[in-house]
């Protein structure tokens, strides 16, 4: 057995023994327990609910709008520009130091 699979049946293990306990506490094996058992739970699972609703209002709320399309449209068109720019100069050779430039 690899160490990957020794420790998904530990987990398995763990969970089916979490799910016992939990059964147990919850139909009152263990007298008193089930009604704080129930309050917890339902406390729990609202807290992560509405804890990931906080989470994504902050996100929202701390994030700078997005650019309008008209602005990312014409930061295209001056980078298409200056690529079209920057290669027309790389394809211009220029004279080296044997030939003669000519003047006009």
Known sequence: ??????IGAVVLV????????????VFDVFPGWSLLVLKLTGFIAI???LGIGAWIGWTMATTPPPKP???LEKEIETEKSAETAEEEKEE???PTETEP????
Do not use: N
């Open 47 to 49: 807290l992560g609910i």
């Open 69 to 71: 399309i008209e602005e």
């Open 92 to 94: 211009k050779p220029e």
């Open 14 to 25: 763990a969970c089916v023994a979490g799910i016992l306990v939990y059964g147990c506490l």
């Open 101 to 104: 430039t000519k003047k006009e």
């Open 1 to 6: 057995m690899s160490k990957d699979q020794s």
